[in-house]
T-cell receptor, first 112, second 114 residues
Framework: RKEVEQDPGPFNVPEGATVAFNCTYSNSASQSFFWYRQDCRKEPKLLMSVYSSGNEDGRFTAQLNRASQYISLLIRDSKLSDSATYLCVVPRWNQAGTALIFGKGTTLSVSS | ETGVTQSPTHLIKTRGQQVTLRCSSQSGHNTVSWYQQALGQGPQFIFQYYREEENGRGNFPPRFSGLQFPNYSSELNVNALELDDSALYLC?????????????FGPGTRLTVL
């Protein structure tokens, strides 16, 4: 099983739609999780951090289910500007430091 | 903007050549991590530098090496370039020991190997 797996996508939705992305992770010891957004040919940018059961920021809600090792990102009232690739990220710690382990990403295209 | 800068923006090399990529971390950050992102994939961890030493390494061969300088900036060196090394190379800066594990990415260097 891969360390981080995401819905393959792409997701094509109209403006105003609600869309949800799923992500599963293999390391049950993981304590923190992130969603990054990446626009075409740009760097990933932190969208949301999740440390407990979930987090909400405006139209974006991230939920965590530790028992199922599953994270989701819900986007409500989609905007054209939400079109991007969404990367699920799980930190991997060792004695030497922290590596961010990325999923492959899910591409969202919002159309008018 | 994150305050993380990388140079050059783009680079074209041929197989067998060597390349050096540079990264300046965000002010106040002492840790730099490097990632490789191939087309259509998520970024993959190469290694991390703290206190001028490599701390943790992903599944990359020894021809990928790095340095960190006293001002926390960093270099990624790749020897004997292969076609599969063509990718976006991202550096990310962070503060060692912070509880949030948040890393902030620079704009990347796009390397093409012909």
């Amino acid at each position: 099983r891969k360390e981080v797996e995401q819905d393959p996508g792409p997701f094509n939705v109209p403006e105003g739609a609600t869309v949800a992305f799923n992500c599963t992770y293999s390391n049950s010891a993981s304590q923190s999780f992130f969603w990054y957004r990446q626009d075409c040919r740009k760097e990933p940018k932190l969208l949301m951090s999740v440390y407990s059961s979930g987090n909400e920021d405006g139209r974006f809600t991230a939920q965590l289910n530790r028992a199922s090792q599953y994270i989701s990102l819900l986007i409500r009232d989609s905007k054209l500007s939400d079109s991007a690739t969404y990367l699920c990220v799980v930190p991997r710690w060792n004695q030497a430091g922290t590596a961010l382990i990325f999923g492959k990403g899910t591409t969202l295209s919002v159309s008018s | 903007e994150t305050g993380v800068t990388q140079s050059p923006t783009h680079l074209i090399k041929t197989r067998g050549q060597q390349v050096t990529l540079r990264c300046s971390s965000q002010s106040g950050h002492n840790t730099v991590s490097w990632y490789q992102q191939a087309l259509g994939q998520g970024p993959q961890f190469i290694f991390q530098y703290y206190r001028e030493e490599e701390n943790g390494r992903g599944n990359f061969p020894p021809r990928f090496s790095g340095l960190q300088f006293p001002n926390y900036s960093s270099e990624l060196n790749v020897n004997a370039l292969e076609l599969d090394d063509s990718a976006l190379y991202l550096c990310a800066s962070s503060l060692w020991g912070q509880s949030t594990d948040t890393q902030y990415f620079g704009p990347g260097t796009r390397l093409t190997v012909l």
